[in-house]
């Protein structure tokens, strides 16, 4: 059986979800995943590794049924409940799936899907009001089968499949549980999507496998998030830098005996995480001079789950992202794939039993991603100081203008110090004579400043050649669904302003 599902057999009258105001324990996430795996089956022993595609809200329902998709030895396709139909059409037709399941919710969204695609469907409402027969005989599942494939976000290219064996997920579960140090007496509260390495492994599976108790909320709103925290229950949250800074902006809106509320609350946490984009600085230091915590800033993949973390018990080094998790091996590689030494940078190249299987019916692609067994993740980044720090990703983050390579991360952190600067994006932008220029999105506070009078600041703060050349004013950045800024959607606003 599979450890994550063993697990629970210790932990059956602990509550293992709560959502929508109720409470889930083991005991019932092991009886629906067993229906939910028995109607899967029909009259098969084995799915043999079939594509199960599924899309319900954040919810015991969820748990149950990727549980379910597995007890049954089916690989998981977890669908993004906000994508517009042609992604999801996309990603059934991509994974060549034999079925989804689904709830009445998004019943519209799918039904389309069952005319062009021979699918199962498969409610999961009905499923799970069935009485049960007697107990369905279940296959035994080995480790090296394959278990699930979450799709990239796609912001560098066609979204992949990634396929991860249950080795490799227990191998994620694992490194995070022993390094963040997670016990059954945790509670967290998950407010990240599904279909998502940071939601599905980072909080629900460690979690899970630790007997702990993972919440959900219906809906995502900032308010609702510290009505959980005033409960005094959560303590652990994990988040993108998008979340960090709405509430930030929220709780500054708060009366001070709101605050105050909210405040003895963090007592409670030990541990809060940022990932999933880069964190700014200054949302690090505003939200450790609300909550008393400093975020533990890490670094993964949909690839490989997570990688590189800041330590749990340790000194968090400001825009820097740690070592490597336990069982995890990094190295930093120059453009030959030769390791570099301390103070180099080079990109991230990571080796362990947590890296993916492949990219779904995508050999090539999964062989060029791999350099003497190191998969080549095409972030850049340098080991200095006892620390690694990331300068940005390969494609979109490293910018080549007159011979430099110029790290929009650096700039964007910069450009976030100015007083009439909310937020800001930096990418490159196509040039003849100097192969890219810089060019800056900034979302202003004020309307009244002038991108000279920002020029002329930065001639203070950053070299000549580090200084946007072009400048959009925009009213918000264009971001996925994780807040991630789609620095191809934005260069693509820049070329299309330059050929006007």
């Not at 196509?430 to 002329?456: C, F, H, N, V, Y």
């Amino acid at each position: 059986m599979i450890n994550l599902i063993e697990n629970a057999f210790n932990h059956l009258d602990r509550i293992a979800i709560r959502n929508n105001h109720r409470n889930y324990t083991y005991r019932q996430v092991l009886k629906e995943s067993e229906k939910i795996a028995s109607a899967l089956l029909e009259d098969k022993v084995d799915l043999n590794e079939a594509r199960i595609a599924f899309i319900v809200a954040p919810s015991f329902e969820y748990a149950c049924i990727q549980w379910g998709i597995w007890r049954a030895g089916g690989i998981a396709v977890p669908l993004c409940v906000k994508h517009p139909f042609d992604a999801i059409k996309y990603v059934i037709e991509d994974a060549q799936a034999e079925a989804v399941v689904f709830s009445y919710g998004y019943r519209a969204l799918i039904e389309p899907l069952f005319q062009d695609f021979e699918l199962r469907r498969i409610p999961i409402e009905a499923v799970m009001l069935s009485v049960g027969e007697e107990k369905p005989r279940l296959p035994q599942i080995s480790l090296d089968r394959r278990g699930m494939i979450i799709y990239t976000s796609g912001t560098t290219g066609k979204a992949k499949g990634v396929v991860s064996t249950h080795q490799n997920i227990e191998a994620q579960i694992k490194s995070l549980v022993t390094s963040w140090e997670w016990t059954k007496e945790d509670h967290i509260l998950n407010i990240l999507p599904l279909h998502h390495v940071h939601g599905i492994i980072n909080i629900l599976s460690c979690a899970l496998w630790s007997g702990a108790c993972c919440e959900f909320l219906e809906k995502f709103e900032v308010k609702k998030v510290f009505d959980v925290f005033c409960r005094q229950e959560v303590n652990l949250f994990m988040a993108v830098p998008t979340i960090y800074y709405r509430l930030i902006h929220y709780w500054k809106e708060l009366t001070a005996t709101d605050q105050q509320k909210i405040a003895a609350s963090f007592k409670n946490f030990r541990l809060m995480v940022s990932g999933s984009a880069a964190l700014p600085i200054s949302t690090l230091d505003e939200w450790e001079k609300i909550s008393g915590h400093t975020l533990l800033e890490r670094y993964g993949m949909t690839e490989m789950g997570m990688a590189i973390s800041n330590p749990y018990r340790g000194t968090r080094k400001p825009g820097h992202i740690g070592v490597a998790l336990a069982g995890v091996t990094i190295r930093i590689a120059d453009e030959n794939n030769h390791t570099v030494v301390d103070g180099i940078s080079g990109e991230i190249q990571v080796k362990g039993p947590n890296v993916f299987k492949e990219y779904w019916k995508k050999p090539s692609e999964t062989e060029g991603s791999f350099i003497d067994g190191w998969f080549k993740t095409g972030d850049i980044a340098v080991f200095e100081k006892g620390s690694y720090k990331i300068l940005g990703r390969n494609s979109v983050d490293i910018i080549k203008s007159g011979g430099y390579k110029i790290s929009t991360l650096e700039i964007e952190e910069v450009l976030r110090k100015h007083s009439a600067i909310e937020d800001c994006a930096v990418v490159g932008i196509p040039d003849e004579e100097w192969g890219e220029i810089i060019g800056a999105s900034l979302i202003m506070t004020r309307d009244q400043e002038t991108t000279t009078a920002i020029k002329e600041w930065l001639k203070d703060k950053l070299p000549g050649y580090k200084i946007p050349r072009k400048y959009l004013i925009q009213t918000d950045l264009p971001r996925n669904v994780m807040g991630k800024v789609t620095k191809k959607a934005l260069q693509k606003l820049f070329i299309e302003g330059a050929n006007k």
